[in-house]
């Protein structure tokens, strides 16, 4: 796919990884529809963009104003989801409330919201992308719910792919990456991050840049659906 000319929908599209994926796109020529239900990333994200980009306050989890925006963007080319639709929860399972564990797929609630109501108003060569996270290929103690949330996720790609096509649909899957996810400032911050890729084969975190640049990747390439993309720093090997 040729990006210059698109029409692409960013869902979680205003800060850290859909931020960085809303700039590569309006970078590479398309226009944009940046998408968030914060308000005040949405006006962070205004002053980060450029004038193809446009902004709209949007839940994912809100179905009837999901369809709403993506019948008024019929023929769009593009749909990238990057929302996580509320907190996560981590910990050991057996203390685990919860509501918590089953709140943590409002995150897949919002993918499929997203893929059953904007597939039908896309073009025909359109390309999704869903973000995972390594923990649905390699989990450790605490990450109960966010790697059956991914896995969850990677699932459902490869069983919708068959029936999207010619639409294409893939998964970024990326690793420990510095951002406003992450609400530690400081030397805080540093250390965490630190302390969570001591015993990665790239001992840093990832930037949203990088993870974008993979999202870019599976749009372009014309020969990929139902596919995940590692983007981890080597979290998943030995």
């Known amino acids: 796919m040729d990006i210059q000319g698109k029409r692409a929908i960013v869902l979680g599209g ?3 990884i859909g931020l960085a994926a809303t700039r590569q796109l309006e970078a590479a020529g398309a226009s944009v529809v940046a998408c968030s239900r914060s ?11 450029g004038d193809a980009v446009s902004f709209r306050a949007i839940d994912v989890l809100d179905r009837d104003a999901l369809a709403a925006l993506f ?3 019929a023929g ?8 996580t639709g509320g ?20 995150k897949l609630w919002g993918y499929t919201n997203s893929v059953r109501l904007g597939t039908e108003h896309m073009a025909e060569d359109a390309a999704i992308v869903l973000v995972s996270g390594y923990p649905a290929k390699k989990s450790n103690p605490g990450s109960s719910a966010i790697a059956t949330v991914g896995n969850a996720v990677e699932g459902f790609v490869r069983a919708v792919a068959p029936e ?14 510095d951002t406003p996810m992450f609400a530690a400032t400081g030397d805080a911050r540093a250390n965490f991050l630190s302390g969570a890729t001591r015993n990665m084969l790239i001992k840093r975190a990832g930037t949203a840049d990088e993870v ?8 372009q390439n014309d020969y990929m659906t139902g596919a995940s993309i590692d983007v981890d720093g080597g979290a998943t090997l030995p």
């Open 14 to 16: 205003t800060s850290g």
């Open 39 to 49: 308000e005040s990333n949405l006006a962070t994200a205004k002053e980060a963009t």
């Open 71 to 73: 019948e008024g963007e």
């Open 76 to 83: 769009f080319d593009i749909l990238v989801n990057a929302a």
């Open 87 to 106: 907190e996560r929860a981590s910990g050991p399972f057996l203390q685990m409330d919860l509501d918590g564990f089953q709140g943590s797929f409002r």
């Open 164 to 177: 999207l096509a010619p639409r294409r649909i893939n998964v970024v899957s990326p690793g420990i990456i």
């Open 212 to 219: 974008a640049s993979a999202i870019i990747f599976v749009i």
